[in-house]
């Protein structure tokens, strides 16, 4: 059963730092890329950042670029982000998410090509 597991998030101020991290268990994370996104209140799921199945390619979206940082460690089967210079637009809560293809690094922005999600971990980034 596959699961995927968040922790990380909280409540900082503007400019703080928080990593955020995604325990995978019950499938091969080695094979499969994997995202995060966010979600803030009244908004849809939206792309933060994706990593190749062999964490050589990564792929951000432009509000974060420059900002955050993904990785991913597939011995400990584990997908961090690494948030700095944190902005209170960034306040949201956070999924990791398994690509549902093995091997595939196309359409990685779209929350369509995922097919298991976390809970979700909140950030709250206050001004």
């Known amino acids: 059963q596959v699961q995927l597991v968040e922790s990380g998030g909280g409540v900082v101020q503007a400019g703080d730092s928080l990593k955020l991290s995604c325990v995978a268990s019950g499938f091969a994370s080695g094979n499969h890329a994997m995202g995060w996104f966010c979600q803030a209140p009244g908004k849809g799921r939206e792309f933060v950042a994706a990593?190749?199945?062999?964490?050589?390619?990564?792929t951000y979206a432009d509000s974060v670029k420059g900002r955050f940082t993904i990785s991913r460690d597939n011995a400990r089967m584990t997908l961090d982000l690494q948030m700095n210079s944190l902005k209170p637009e960034d306040t949201a809560v956070y999924y990791c998410?398994?690509?549902?293809?093995?091997?595939?690094?196309?359409?990685?922005?779209?929350?369509?090509?995922?097919?298991?999600w976390g809970q979700g971990t909140q950030v709250t980034v206050s001004s």
């Open positions: 990593n190749s199945w062999n964490g050589r390619t990564t």
């Open positions: 998410a398994k690509h549902r293809d093995m091997w595939r690094w196309d359409y990685v922005a779209s929350p369509d090509v995922y097919d298991h």
